[in-house]
């Protein structure tokens, strides 16, 4: 493949960029499933809305001694279930509307893996990148200090997104614990998952949202009877989620042959080393400059030769264009929203199965939970136990969305908001409105 000026190989948004209403696709996938379950009317009413939507702006004492101020946001979708949870993102893109999307899917993820959890996300609209590390830690302590009592260990539970690591939450535990009590201090810990392990994180957090994707896509394999080894893997997004998952696929004989990131596109059709490629992009900060690879542009990325494509950057990356030129046999959606409707209907047409965001990036959210109950029960659990609970917990949520696919004879989405409706109908039914 030709290579191509760095420039040319950055990516861009896609054309509908700034028309996309997150929160409104959000809300019609809500609409389709509430039809399937029968949901009552006034329950789609209040899940059709986030609780509360609080935004706070903030001033921060900058490098070069001037103060900037910060507008930040947590998005309180629904606690039904349990205390608000989901991330916080950092990104110069995001605003409201993404944040009441992304806080309503964390309800119907946390709902279809049956945790005791509601939905929340939030986070800065600007880029960490341009900040120093001594900022970025100001800048976290001011917003978690700024939300106060909006957050807490049985009430709001923050955790990486975009952005964001363990790093960022060990800055938001320690700010939140010098605002309690001093004995309350332990007690607290708790307030954030995706910690650092020292700082009471749990072992195999870093790596849960890629491991529950490979989990997933392992499942569709076996019932599909799709051999992964030497299959060739493209992954949009090479931090957290992306990185972990083409290591973890690598382990099973896939070769990860088309990566890209904020800064450009990468081919290598022999393969490149995941692990390799992972340990550069977390000294460098990015893939870009990494030898083994030819650089492409955005649309030959999207038309590489590939038999999976894992999207784990952000949303509204496959519309109508990429869903045409994609070459794969499966998308496994790492990223949250990453298929526009219009994309997704294009690969309906072209029946290349979508293993939906809800389902196959719950794996971060269900062992942040497990890091919950450890923080409260001050205990530490092996890795391997941790290992083994995600696996039951990814694979039965797949049972569940596949009978409800095949119940209702809808696709894999609507199946998870189905099967996370109709839990919580059930608890509105039981519970009733208050007063
Ligand atoms: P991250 O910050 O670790 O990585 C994000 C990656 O996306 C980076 O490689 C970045 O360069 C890339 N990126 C950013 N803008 C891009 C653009 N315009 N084009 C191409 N690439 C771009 O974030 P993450 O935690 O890996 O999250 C990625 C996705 O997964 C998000 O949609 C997030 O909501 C979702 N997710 C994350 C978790 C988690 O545990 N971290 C859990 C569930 C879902």
Redesign the pocket.
């Known amino acids: 493949m030709q290579s191509v000026p760095p420039s040319e190989s950055r990516?861009?948004?896609l054309p509908n960029a700034e028309k996309y209403e997150f929160f409104k696709v959000i809300q019609g996938y809500l609409d389709q499933a509430a039809k399937l379950v029968d949901l009552p009317a006034h329950v789609r009413a209040i899940l059709a809305q986030p609780k509360n939507e609080i935004i706070v702006n903030f001033p921060v004492l900058m490098d070069n001694g001037e103060y900037r101020v910060f507008k930040g946001y947590r998005i309180q979708h629904s606690n039904i279930l349990g205390p608000y949870k989901g991330?916080m993102?950092y990104?110069e893109?995001a605003g409201l509307d993404d944040f009441k999307a992304?806080a309503a899917m964390m309800t119907w993820?946390c709902a279809l893996m049956g945790l005791p959890y509601g939905g929340a996300k939030g986070g800065i609209k600007f880029n960490p990148r341009d900040v120093s590390r001594k900022e970025l830690s100001r800048i976290t302590r001011r917003f978690f200090h700024s939300l106060g009592n909006n957050i807490g260990p049985d009430y709001d539970i923050p955790?990486?997104?975009?952005?964001?690591?363990a790093q960022t939450m060990a800055w938001a535990l320690d700010t939140y614990m010098n605002t309690v009590g001093l004995v309350s201090k332990q007690d607290v810990q708790g307030v954030v998952t995706?910690k650092p392990v020292a700082s009471g994180g749990t072992l195999g957090?870093e790596k849960?949202?890629g491991q529950g994707l490979v989990h997933c896509v392992i499942q569709w394999a076996k019932r599909n009877r799709f051999d992964l080894k030497g299959k060739k893997l493209m992954v949009?997004?090479?931090?957290?989620?992306?990185?972990?998952a083409a290591v973890l696929l690598s382990h099973l004989g896939v070769s990860l042959v088309a990566v890209?990131?904020?800064?450009g596109?990468l081919h290598n059709p022999e393969g490149f080393n995941a692990h390799r490629l992972q340990q550069y992009?977390a000294k460098s900060g990015?893939?870009a400059g990494y030898a083994n690879g030819t650089q492409i542009t955005?649309e030959q990325f999207f038309g590489a030769a590939a038999d999976i494509f894992i999207p784990?950057?952000?949303?509204n990356?496959i519309g109508p264009g990429e869903a045409e030129a994609l070459q794969v046999q499966l998308v496994a959606e790492?990223?949250?929203?990453?298929c526009s409707p219009e994309g997704e209907a294009v690969l309906k047409h072209r029946n290349i199965p979508v293993l939906p965001?809800v389902l196959a990036?719950?794996?971060?959210?269900t062992v942040?939970y497990y890091e919950w109950v450890q923080n409260k029960r001050s205990e530490s659990w092996p890795l391997e136990e941790v290992d083994e609970k995600l696996e039951r917990a990814m694979v039965d949520a797949y049972d569940r969305m596949q009978q409800f696919a095949e119940l209702h004879k809808c696709d894999y989405r609507i199946a998870c908001y189905g099967v996370a409706l109709e839990r919580l109908k059930k608890v509105y039914e039981e519970r009733e409105i208050f007063p």
């Open positions: 990516p861009s948004k991330g993102r990104h893109s992304l993820k955790a990486p997104d975009v952005g964001t690591n995706g957090r849960a949202t949009q997004g090479f931090g957290n989620v992306g990185g972990n890209g990131d904020h800064t596109y992009v990015s893939i955005r784990a950057a952000l949303e990356q790492g990223a949250n929203g990453p965001d990036n719950a794996g971060g959210v942040s």
